[in-house]
């Protein structure tokens, strides 16, 4: 098999040893839970046993803690594009969904666009509150045909539309969604644009300037390579006194006094971190962060796209349905694949016990889907290869 790689051998190699979970498993979920690093997990281990000695509240700890989450957020400013002011740590993607709705204050008959394709974190805020508000949610079919989805989009605009939330890629079948027309919609239209980046962060190129969108989450445990339970997003600076945030507390003001009752948030995303926050868990995921900055984001695209092509090319022969359309050189590194008489649970079993392959089905349970990441290699493909060979 011959594999295009913008990423040179030995750089895939050193990102190979330094995962242990690949000697056990072909990982292929990187888009449900990702394989993190020995040298994160030694820097995690390291932080919280220090932690765990002299408490989280000693104040060498809590200065380094901050300096750390800081150099964090400009790091991950840099790799979107973004300013660090517009950019804060979060635990999950609902949760800045769940703000943005809050922040809104959405009436009845207020209209929210979603795709039809939505994680459950980017649809389920919405949903609770059509049930709670009586708000309009309407999905928009995602195929793959730009525009396709744009014109489907205009046409079910309304005066009542306030809110645009979709995936830059979808979490079931990879499709890459035109996030720059989308939020050239939302500015000509005053529609406040939200995107759901966990399948895209760490995969693919993100420039905030060029998508053009106010607001961008991503979990760190995916594409990311860290840790479970954090993640970050970007608020762009022009939308930040409009979305206020949803709550306050420690972390969130520059000043504050009480009595009498004084709080001055922060003039910046930071105005969004407020209460207790796993500071060793940040911290740790800076090593993750640079490894992928290292290896260049536009070149791990390149690479998972040649990877699913490579993949694509071995499930030619099979009686399978490829679910994931072809998107030329801005697909993603999702592939899911469906078949007519067995379910996804049953494919992604098969794969795990007798394959050693951790991959997952999708929702509704017709599918396996696979995730090839910068440190997948052909060997991955033929194990995806034989273990669907043999279902079919």
């Given at each position: 098999m011959s594999l295009n790689s913008p990423i040179?051998?030995?750089?895939?190699?050193?990102?190979?040893?330094?995962?242990?979970?690949l000697r056990h498993f072909h990982c292929l979920n990187s888009g449900g839970v990702s394989s993190m690093p020995q040298s994160t997990f030694a820097r995690l281990l390291a932080l919280q046993e220090k932690e765990f000695v002299y408490t989280g509240a000693h104040p060498d700890i809590r200065a380094d803690y901050e300096e750390q989450c800081h150099s964090l957020r400009r790091e991950l400013a840099g790799l979107l594009g973004?300013?660090?002011?517009?950019?804060?740590?979060i635990r999950a993607v609902s949760e800045v969904v769940s703000f943005v709705a809050s922040a809104l204050t959405l009436n009845p008959r207020d209209q929210v666009?979603?795709?039809?394709?939505?994680?459950?974190?980017?649809?389920?805020?919405?949903?609770?509150?059509?049930?709670r508000l009586g708000i309009e949610v309407v999905a928009i079919e995602a195929t793959g045909n730009d525009e396709q989805f744009i014109n489907d989009i205009h046409q079910v605009i309304t005066s009542n539309?306030?809110?645009?939330?979709?995936?830059?890629?979808?979490?079931?079948?990879?499709?890459?969604?035109?996030?720059?027309?989308?939020?050239?919609?939302?500015?000509?239209?005053?529609?406040?644009?939200?995107?759901?980046?966990a399948q895209s962060f760490g995969a693919r190129e993100i420039n905030v300037r060029a998508l053009g969108c106010d607001v961008i989450a991503f979990p760190a445990f995916k594409w990311?390579?860290?840790?479970?339970?954090?993640g970050a997003m970007y608020v762009r600076q022009a939308m930040q006194d409009r979305l206020p945030p949803p709550g306050s507390g420690s972390g969130a003001a520059e000043h504050?006094?009480?009595p009498p009752g004084l709080i001055r948030l922060h003039p910046s995303a930071e105005r969004y971190q407020y209460g207790a926050r796993p500071y060793a868990l940040f911290a740790g995921w800076r090593i993750s962060v640079a490894r992928v900055a290292n290896l260049g984001l536009a070149n791990i695209q390149k690479r998972n796209a040649?990877?699913?092509?490579?993949?694509?090319?071995?499930?030619?022969?099979?009686?399978?349905?490829?679910l994931t359309p072809d998107q030329g050189q801005k697909k993603s590194g999702i592939i899911s694949v469906g078949f007519s008489e067995i379910s996804g649970t049953t494919a992604a079993e098969h794969c795990l016990r007798r394959h050693q392959i951790l991959c997952r089905r999708p929702h509704n349970d017709t599918a396996v889907r696979f995730c090839f990441h910068a440190f997948n290699d052909a060997g991955d493909i033929d194990a995806m290869a034989t273990a669907i060979h043999e279902l079919v």
């Amino acid at each position: 098999m011959s594999l295009n790689s913008p990423i040179n051998a030995e750089a895939v190699r050193s990102l190979r040893d330094d995962i242990p979970a690949l000697r056990h498993f072909h990982c292929l979920n990187s888009g449900g839970v990702s394989s993190m690093p020995q040298s994160t997990f030694a820097r995690l281990l390291a932080l919280q046993e220090k932690e765990f000695v002299y408490t989280g509240a000693h104040p060498d700890i809590r200065a380094d803690y901050e300096e750390q989450c800081h150099s964090l957020r400009r790091e991950l400013a840099g790799l979107l594009g973004a300013q660090t002011k517009e950019v804060a740590l979060i635990r999950a993607v609902s949760e800045v969904v769940s703000f943005v709705a809050s922040a809104l204050t959405l009436n009845p008959r207020d209209q929210v666009i979603l795709s039809s394709e939505e994680h459950k974190s980017g649809y389920l805020p919405w949903l609770a509150l059509r049930d709670r508000l009586g708000i309009e949610v309407v999905a928009i079919e995602a195929t793959g045909n730009d525009e396709q989805f744009i014109n489907d989009i205009h046409q079910v605009i309304t005066s009542n539309t306030r809110a645009i939330c979709i995936s830059h890629v979808t979490s079931e079948r990879g499709i890459v969604l035109p996030i720059d027309k989308v939020s050239e919609i939302g500015r000509e239209q005053e529609i406040v644009t939200i995107v759901d980046a966990a399948q895209s962060f760490g995969a693919r190129e993100i420039n905030v300037r060029a998508l053009g969108c106010d607001v961008i989450a991503f979990p760190a445990f995916k594409w990311g390579l860290g840790p479970y339970g954090i993640g970050a997003m970007y608020v762009r600076q022009a939308m930040q006194d409009r979305l206020p945030p949803p709550g306050s507390g420690s972390g969130a003001a520059e000043h504050f006094d009480f009595p009498p009752g004084l709080i001055r948030l922060h003039p910046s995303a930071e105005r969004y971190q407020y209460g207790a926050r796993p500071y060793a868990l940040f911290a740790g995921w800076r090593i993750s962060v640079a490894r992928v900055a290292n290896l260049g984001l536009a070149n791990i695209q390149k690479r998972n796209a040649s990877l699913v092509a490579e993949a694509r090319n071995a499930l030619q022969d099979i009686d399978s349905v490829l679910l994931t359309p072809d998107q030329g050189q801005k697909k993603s590194g999702i592939i899911s694949v469906g078949f007519s008489e067995i379910s996804g649970t049953t494919a992604a079993e098969h794969c795990l016990r007798r394959h050693q392959i951790l991959c997952r089905r999708p929702h509704n349970d017709t599918a396996v889907r696979f995730c090839f990441h910068a440190f997948n290699d052909a060997g991955d493909i033929d194990a995806m290869a034989t273990a669907i060979h043999e279902l079919v």
